[in-house]
């Protein structure tokens, strides 16, 4: 995590929206068409475009009273006991039209291409019913094709109980793998299943039931894991083949071994600790134990209204003790790992994606240190030069 492959006074040279060639600029050799755009970097550093792997960017309202509680020190789970929480942010996308959950999420799209991040996951889950989480999931494959970022749609309707199943876990779980998994499948309406599991939310039994209905249907998994509680989560996403585990702040050392031995990326989220002042997840030991680590920025109106992938990689190096180079790396290429898409995503290698960033910086490490400033210049998507 720590090679970078730099580069220096270096260019590149992109076709049909994928990197031809990248090398020394007094190594290029070969003509360039007289119609190609020509981008003069000088001065500025060229990176991957970030790739949040872990995002809840589709909801409605907002919860900055939650915030100012928090701030008076209640906790998450206190929040949630007094009816705020997730359940609050459902309460109001059940109100909004597919029109309106459109809307807004394409204007965090935006603004998240002009903080560098040119392909980002988003999570359903905020519906909680068969009507509005399908309502979602339509609403994220018509902005995957519409929109110039990039996204990868994630079910996750084991997010919570909704009240009308108040007391009655087991009838929403058959809810989930009776109706929707099949008709999301069919529909092909995500790409991945997530489950929140997390005492008072989803245990493990209920988490595998989900999680194994929805491998059989050819989902790939993800889990929130061991976030508030270390009850296995991690052990749980080894043994089903999920492509990511992600929080892990209570990860167990069985859990970093499991992680390690099935190769699973671990999905850290920094802004989630410095928003709800709470632990961080053990990044040196998962790095360590020889575990990909990804950072994302689980952007979401309840515990971390950010999208900055820069700023999650400070928060990194100074909560987490990553690197700058190790935090990099875990914004963009194994970002990348975390939702299958290494291959064509997150590095400047010939044959990959063109997604890229230009950065007014003097070296990437300026990305992490100054931070709460947006040092992006200009945004490569799929080879072409966007205007923001």
Known sequence: MRELGIVTDGAVLC???????????????GPLP?????????????????????????????????????SEGATYQDIAGQGGGILSTVSQVRKASKRELKHSTSRYLTEMLRHGTTTAEIKSGYGL?????????????ELRD???????PTFLGAHALPPEFAGNLPGYVALLVERLLPYIARK??????????????????????????????????KVHADELTSMGGAELAARLGAVSADHLEKIS?????????????????????????????????????????????DFNPGSCMSFSMP????????????????????????????????????????GKQADMILASVPDYRFLAYHFG???????????TLLEL
């Open 311 to 350: 700023l999650m990689m400070t928060i990194a190096c100074t909560q987490m003790r990553m690197t700058p180079e190790e935090a990099l790396t875990a914004a963009t290429i194994n970002g990348a790992a975390a939702l299958g898409l290494s291959a064509t995503h997150g590095s400047i290698e010939p």
């Open 253 to 297: 050392g069985r859990g970093v071994e499991a992680l390690a031995e099935a190769g699973v990326v671990a999905g850290l989220l920094p802004g989630v600790s410095f928003s709800l002042n709470h632990g961080y997840a053990p990044a040196r030991r998962l790095i360590d134990a020889g575990v990909p680590v990804a950072i994302a920025s």
């Open 34 to 70: 007289d119609d190609m755009t020509v981008l003069d970097g000088t001065g500025m550093v060229v990176l991957p475009g970030f790739v949040d792997s872990h995002t809840h960017a589709m909801f409605a309202g907002s919860r900055e009273r939650e915030f100012a509680l928090r």
């Open 146 to 152: 519409e929109e110039l970022s990039g996204v990868v």
């Open 129 to 141: 019913a068969m009507e509005t989480e399908v309502t979602m999931l339509e609403a994220l494959r």
């Open 15 to 29: 076709r049909e929206g994928r990197v031809a060639w990248v090398g020394k600029t007094g190594e290029f050799t």
């Open 373 to 383: 400033v947006n040092h992006v210049r200009s945004v490569i998507k799929n080879g």
């Open 188 to 221: 092909n309406l995500a790409v991945f299943c997530d489950v929140f599991c997390e005492q008072g939310y989803f245990g493990l039994e209920e988490a595998e039931t989900i999680l194994s209905a929805a491998k059989v249907l050819g989902l790939k998994l």
